[in-house]
């Protein structure tokens, strides 16, 4: 047979015709009167409100080296100074693996000369057009330094207009990476932003050098790690594909409780307890349940694995009754896991398969078992640390921690609701439309409030939970909840013809919701799914009502009650607030970018 | 009866049922689908299900992989018969191929992982048997040169074959067709067409709905016509193209042909 239908073509790529700078002003800014005259009034309203927040920043009582001598405490609140290698490590390994990340999934930004040129031509007009906005009383070398950046990105950035004709030649995302790193290692070894602190609370300044060497050593090391490490993630993704890959996922599930809880909690194990009794429970989880899991996932014994998983389940959830009414003692440990066992074993048949399919998922949960008993174990385990002002986690790293723990927790929360939601069982449609719509008419405030002042009084005997736990635990059922509603929108533009074609394949519900139905909901999902996200990035500064330092609260009340810096509210909230913007405005930029990819790949 | 008809009639009586359907009835709310239908088809023989728009042949097939519900009589698949039972339905399904109208590909899979799915979460098999495979099935569809591509970047016709491709993928004992051309603009038709001459030339039991007579003259061993619900008349192609008995049968061809 012949393949008569045509194939389509990839588009030819023609080249774009280029106007001029003033060509492209006459046609879009001053193309008719009425157009002329918009162009001047939101120019004028534009640069009045730039001055007008530039008059904020500059301010005659707006004391910036409040921010500068805070900086410390605004990203790691009370942290112990002598330990403060710790915080290095941590961000070491997290960026290592970012950088791993960026490299593994070929994370491309498709950033050409053509928009280097546009963007240096841009910062540096913007950086003049702030030089003349600056108000009279503004430091003089503020006013040096924009000149400078000014003259020299725009005469850069115009040269690489004039010689690049062409103007697409893509930039590899490692020299952008490698570009940026430099530029501000320059900034930083070079710029004198001078030197600011609290040494046992005593304001030291010192202007006209430059950061201190404290500070700049451990960023030029982070910088060069996130270089070398997307550059290893290149070469390494070629080589190993989908296992690095697969690994890397796994590393972004644990690896920030392992840096929270054990780099920078540092608990001291009691080896003998560990030994004794840690080790030796874990084992029998890992061991005696993959051996049941394996037995279990053989082709044809999914009655078996679907009778024995329930009794599990009831047994479970028994054991929960009872830690409630105190029936019998038991260690929290032993009831996670074995409810966790109980669930597994329920689902074992949708991973049924030949040997090695078996091997991997009853490896997968010995590895499971293992990180989650060393997690509670260190979470259990009394720290190291000897923190002065209590919340050993504060201002930037809480925020981000929390942020992070709550979109990884609530997301898989979400979207259960939400197929509950849209389930055919009535009992399942109705707990979770219940559930969302109770939590979608509640204020986040009044949910945080409930978890961390009412949801002690009704824990188990014996099973407390800290603050941190609570708000974490309030702001995951409140995210889920709008998560869910995210995904039910995905969910809902699945066309029918899909669910019916899995089933005319014979894939089993839970297969068909997992392999076909979701990969295309979420994908639709993106954009509300990461305007979620933001929102709970945002959000987190309500942990400051129930107790926690983030950095709304330093900036809002701890700055302005230190003697040096009485009532300076305003650099702060100002800084902070750029760093809000900075975080929420990537988030929205790697979705598009995320939607795009996706897009080409399936070129629908 | 001619005397090939004849010998074509016995021949089907001798084999064994692979669908066998019995006063199957269906209803949406108050309107009636189906009127109880009675339906045999042989093992390997090519059925194809005529009739105007409404009157129950897609809903017939569809009940016949249970993506619909029959509410009354009983439809036999290879000695299975269809009840709630899960497990009944999960062995039906993935015995009988269905290809659709609007093709139904997964669009977020590449063309080689929508033929493979089914075969290693369903079937158990491995990665690498089950693409040894596709790639022969895309191969028999002619388009073994698109299995990285994705079902967006193919035509309708190529779009239709990997499909086809896919439901075979299953090793299916029976392969249902709803209307598997009449989402195709007209030149590529024929090239779908032509993979399920092949497929009826090969000894596959199918069950057809289309619109395409020419394909129905050609390759069916028997025709179905059916009209508001109902059966009106069974027979060979000669038999229906030269001589139907029914009034409703000639009016529907009068105006199809």
């Not at chain 2, 779009?159 to 195709?184: G, H, N, Y």
């Not at chain 2, 030339?201 to 057809?208: C, L």
Request: aromatic content about 10%; glycine content about 8%; some cysteine.
């Amino acid at each position: 047979m012949t393949d008569i239908a045509m194939t389509p073509q990839p588009p030819i790529a023609t080249p774009k015709a280029r106007t001029s700078p003033v060509q492209w002003v006459k046609a879009n800014l001053f193309s008719s009167i009425s157009n002329t005259i918009q162009t001047i009034v939101f120019t004028a309203i534009t640069l009045g409100l730039m001055r007008a927040l530039l008059g904020q920043v500059f301010a005659e009582d707006a004391n910036w080296s409040s921010v500068a001598t805070n900086l410390r405490l605004l990203m790691i609140y009370n942290y112990p100074a002598d330990q403060i290698i710790r915080i290095w490590f941590s961000a070491g390994v997290v960026l290592f693996a970012a950088g791993l990340s960026l490299g593994a999934w070929k994370v491309e930004p498709g950033y050409t000369i053509g928009r280097l040129g546009r963007h240096l031509v841009g910062v540096g007009a913007f950086s003049l057009v702030l030089r003349l906005l600056l108000p009279v009383h503004a430091p003089g070398a503020i006013r040096t330094w924009l000149v400078i950046v000014g003259v020299v990105s725009l005469a850069i950035g115009l040269v690489v207009r004039r010689f690049d004709v062409s103007g697409d030649r893509v930039l590899g995302f490692g020299t952008v990476l490698g570009g940026f790193s430099v530029a501000l290692l320059a900034v930083m070894w070079l710029v004198p932003f001078g030197q600011y602190g609290l040494v046992d609370g005593v304001l030291v300044a010192e202007s006209g050098t430059t950061v201190a060497s404290s500070t700049k050593v451990p960023w030029t090391i982070l910088l060069i790690i996130v270089v070398v490490s997307h550059r290893v993630g290149v070469v390494l993704g070629r080589a190993l594909g989908g296992s690095l890959r697969a690994a890397l996922a796994a590393f972004w599930v644990v690896g920030p409780a392992f840096v929270i809880f054990v780099v920078l909690r540092d608990p001291a194990f009691d080896w003998s307890h560990v030994w004794s009794t840690d080790i030796p429970l874990a084992a029998m989880f890992a061991l005696g349940g993959g051996a049941v899991i394996y037995l279990l996932a053989a082709p044809g014994r999914a009655e078996l694995a679907r009778g024995i998983g329930a009794l599990m389940l009831v047994f479970a959830l028994f054991n929960w009754i009872a830690a409630f009414f105190g029936w019998y003692p038991m260690l929290q440990k032993v009831r996670i896991s074995f409810l966790i066992f109980a669930i597994v074993v329920l689902l074992v048949p949708a991973f049924a398969g030949d040997r090695s399919t078996r091997r991997r998922v009853a490896g997968g949960w010995v590895a499971a078992i293992a990180v989650l008993h060393w997690l509670i174990t260190a979470i259990n385990t009394e720290s190291t640390l000897v923190i002065t002002a209590p919340p050993f986690l504060g201002g930037f790293v809480l925020t981000v921690g929390i942020a992070y723990y709550v979109m990884l927790a609530s997301f898989p929360l979400g979207v259960l609701l939400s197929l509950a939601r849209t389930s055919k069982l009535p009992i399942f449609r109705v707990m979770s439309t219940g559930y969302i719509e109770v939590i979608r008419g509640v204020p986040l405030i009044t949910v945080l409030f409930f978890f961390s002042i009412m949801l002690p009084l009704f824990l188990p005997k014996g099973m407390g939970i800290s603050d941190l736990a609570a708000v974490f635990a309030g702001y995951t059922v409140f995210s889920a909840a709008y998560m869910a509603e995210n995904v039910r929108g995905g969910l809902q533009s699945v066309r029918r013809g899909q669910y019916e074609a899995a089933d005319a394949l014979g894939l089993t519900t839970v297969q068909r919701t997992s392999l076909i139905v979701l990969p295309q909901a979420l994908r639709v999902s993106i954009p509300n799914l990461v305007g979620q996200a933001i929102a709970v990035f945002k959000e987190t500064s309500l942990i400051a009502i129930v107790g926690g330092f983030d950095l709304l609260r330093i900036a809002n009340s701890t700055i302005p009650n230190q003697p040096d810096f009485l009532g300076q509210k305003r650099p702060g909230l100002l800084f902070i607030s750029l760093v809000y913007f900075v975080f929420a405005y990537s988030m929205s930029k790697s979705s598009q970018r995320l939607e795009a990819r996706l897009k080409d790949a399936q070129a629908r | 009866m001619s005397i090939a008809d004849q010998a074509l009639t016995e021949d089907l009586a001798s084999r064994d049922d692979m669908i066998v359907c019995t006063g199957v009835s269906k209803w949406f709310d108050d309107f009636q689908a189906l009127k109880g239908v009675d339906v045999t088809v042989k093992d390997r023989e090519v059925m194809v299900v005529l009739g105007p728009s409404g009157s129950g042949k897609s809903t017939l097939i569809r009940c016949i992989n249970r993506l619909e519900v029959h509410q009354e009589g009983s439809i036999i698949v290879d000695g299975i018969e269809l009840t709630n039972d899960t497990r009944n339905i999960e062995r039906i399904r993935s015995e009988v191929g269905m290809v659709f109208q609007q093709f139904n590909l997964f669009p977020h899979l590449s063309v080689i992982d929508n033929i493979t799915l089914a075969p290693v979460w369903v079937r158990k098999k491995s990665k690498v048997e089950a693409e040894q495979k596709a790639m022969e099935l895309l191969e028999r569809v002619g388009i073994p040169e698109q299995a990285q591509k994705y079902p967006g970047q193919l035509s309708g016709g190529q779009q239709q074959r990997v499909a086809i491709a896919r439901s075979l993928a299953m090793e299916p004992k029976v392969m249902l067709f709803d209307e598997p051309t009449s989402a195709l603009d007209p030149e590529m038709i024929a090239e779908v067409l032509d993979v399920m001459k092949d497929l009826a030339r090969g000894g596959m039991t199918m069950m057809v709905v289309t619109h395409e007579m020419g394909f129905a003259r050609e390759v069916a061993d028997r025709l179905v016509f059916m009209e508001s619900g109902e059966v009106v008349e069974v027979g060979t192609p000669e038999h229906f193209f030269t001589n139907p008995r029914e009034e409703r049968t000639k009016l529907f061809l009068s105006q199809i042909l």
